[in-house]
């Protein structure tokens, strides 16, 4: 089972400010099968990026994925106060999913 | 619009069982696979299985096999997650996902609003 590690497990940042997000894999993942989420308190997950980088119907393009490998990073620009929430990854590999711990954006 | 509908939330007892459903609308239901996935309080998320409803085709987590029954019925749209003896510890949001999936891409895209089980004696 492919482990997901993300950092920071929380990250306290200013609206206006740019956020990275990382997540990092225990084996190469295929970029097809890396997205991630967005979840804001009480509130069901937002699937924000699929295929790494490719953005979800009706997402802002302040936020963007990249990478490839074992190395994965979320990128939100300018933060507004509605950006901040926890972010999970996660991988699809033998047929099983796994998700990252999360990570949690706060202001500071 | 596609949604995902999940019945209410439940409080049950230790031993008790339990069935809490997903309906599906605003698209093919049989044609795309229907997943579960836990959340724990305060914690992150888990995958627990996916489920076909075109053939029923299933596939488990091995964290969640045997602990818990995926089925669907695609004849009313809708999917199940379902316990035969629950425990304090399944206590829990639980939210189905609509998974898309291809030699490209796979990823959830919709999920329901979750449903809250809570387990104590």
């Known amino acids: 089972e492919i482990v997901l590690t993300q950092s920071p497990g929380t990250l306290s940042l200013s609206p206006g400010e740019r956020a990275t997000l990382s997540c990092r894999a225990s084996?190469?993942?295929?970029?097809?099968?890396l997205a991630w989420y967005q979840q804001k308190p009480g509130q069901a997950p937002r699937l924000l990026i699929y295929?790494?980088?490719s953005r979800a119907n009706g997402i802002p393009d302040k936020f963007s994925g990249s990478g490839s490998g074992t190395d994965f990073t979320l990128t939100i620009s300018r933060l507004e106060p509605e950006d901040f929430a926890v972010y999970y990854c996660?991988?699809?590999?033998?047929?099983?999913?796994?998700f990252g711990q999360g990570t949690k954006l706060e202001i500071k | 619009e596609v949604q995902l509908v999940q019945s209410g939330a439940e409080v049950k007892k230790p031993g008790e069982s339990l069935k809490i459903s997903c309906e599906g609308s605003?698209?093919?239901?049989?044609?795309?696979?229907i997943g579960w996935v836990r959340q724990m309080p305060g914690k992150g998320l888990e995958w627990m299985g996916i489920?076909?409803?075109?053939?029923?085709?299933?596939r488990y987590s091995p964290s969640f096999q045997g602990q818990v029954t995926i089925s669907a019925d695609k004849s009313i749209s809708t999917a199940y997650l379902q316990w035969s003896s629950l425990k304090a510890s399944d206590t829990a949001m639980y939210y189905c996902?609509?998974?898309?999936?291809?030699?490209?891409?796979?990823?959830?895209?919709?999920w329901g609003q979750g449903t809250l089980v809570t387990v104590s004696s």
């Open positions: 996902v609509r998974r898309v999936f291809s030699s490209s891409w796979s990823y959830f895209d919709y």
């Open positions: 605003g698209y093919s239901f049989s044609g795309y696979w």
């Open positions: 489920i076909f409803p075109g053939d029923s085709d299933t």
């Open positions: 084996q190469s993942v295929s970029i097809s099968y």
């Open positions: 295929g790494a980088s």
């Open positions: 996660q991988q699809y590999g033998s047929s099983l999913y796994t």
